[in-house]
Every structure is written in structure tokens, then in C-alpha cells.
């Protein structure tokens, strides 16, 4: 298996946003066959060459720096704010963090399993706007930008994959 489309968890704190009013939310899976601790996962979520691009936008873009040790604190839940996130939840096995703007979500989760370990990776988008009749909408912006963010959250969960398989 390498990364597949997937409901979330009946557990997931992601779950808040699945079914609000015009939000957008999804949820990605893939497995390792090695115990992998989920402090290990956000930390190798938030550092691999691919998401340091997104750190480096975030910096220049919105003047919002981080770095590998603010990552590792992050992971170790010593940290609640990382880039342009704030930490909105969090338990043992998952995170969720909210953009400073308050419009979209992120969220990771890992379960181990017999044979390894099972990552989770979604987002949620919030409405900021109000279609023609009034009701919530997410924008023109997000749903030209809708593909492109399909395939950048398929490629950030294969990225954090091989980061901890060759670990």
C-alpha cells in the first residue's frame, strides 16, 4: 500500500469538520511495516524536504519561520504554535492544527498495528465566504486550488512515508 483515499476514523478528531456546513475535509492512509511512535511521525511529517519548501513560502510569503527543533517540539508536545499552526487538539495519536487565518485544518494520527503502523493524514477547509443564496462557501481561490491540493496531501504523506522507512 502506498497512500489511499480513506474515511476518517471514527476516533478522529478531525471528525468536527467532516460534516459542517460547506467545509471541505479529507483524509489520507497509508502503512509502514515498522512501530514507528507517532512523536516520530509529526516530526518527520513536518521535516522533510518537501514541507521545508512550504516552511520556506510560509516564511518569505507571511513572515511565519520555523524550524527542525521547533518541529521536534512540536512532535514531543512541548510546542503548540509551529509556522503558520497553532495546535487546536490533541491526543496521545493525533494533532490538529488550525492556520492563522482559521480557514483550513491539518491533521495527522498513527495507530499501531500488528504488522507496523498506520498514518493518517487529512485537512479540513473552512467556509470564510457566502455563496450567492446566502449559505457558506469555501471560495472561487479554494476550488481552482482544489486539485493541486489533493496531490500536494497524497505527496506530504508518501514524503513522511519514505522519511521513516529509511530512517
Not at 16 to 40: H, R
Not at 126 to 144: A, E, I, N, T, Y
Request: aromatic share 12%; net charge positive.
Amino acid at each position: 500500500m502506498l497512500i489511499e483515499k480513506c474515511s476518517t476514523p471514527p476516533n478522529s478528531i478531525l471528525n468536527k469538520y467532516v460534516n459542517m456546513p460547506g467545509a471541505y475535509t479529507d483524509s489520507y492512509l497509508t502503512e509502514i511495516p515498522a512501530q514507528v511512535s507517532f512523536s516520530d511521525y509529526v516530526l518527520a511529517f513536518y521535516t522533510t524536504p518537501l514541507f521545508k519548501v512550504e516552511r520556506l513560502i510560509l516564511k518569505i510569503v507571511v513572515r511565519k519561520p520555523s524550524t527542525d527543533q521547533e518541529a521536534r517540539e512540536l512532535a514531543d508536545d512541548t510546542r503548540s504554535q509551529f509556522a503558520a499552526w497553532t495546535v487546536e487538539d490533541r491526543s496521545a495519536n493525533q494533532i490538529l492544527m488550525c492556520d492563522f487565518a482559521g480557514s483550513t485544518r491539518s491533521w495527522l494520527m498513527s495507530i499501531q498495528t500488528e504488522n507496523g503502523t498506520r498514518l493518517y493524514f487529512g485537512s479540513a477547509v473552512v467556509p470564510q465566504h457566502r455563496s450567492k443564496d446566502g449559505g457558506p462557501s469555501l471560495g472561487f481561490v479554494f476550488r481552482v486550488l482544489l486539485g493541486f491540493h489533493k496531490i500536494y496531501s497524497v505527496l506530504l504523506l508518501s514524503s513522511a512515508r519514505t522519511r521513516l522507512l529509511y530512517r
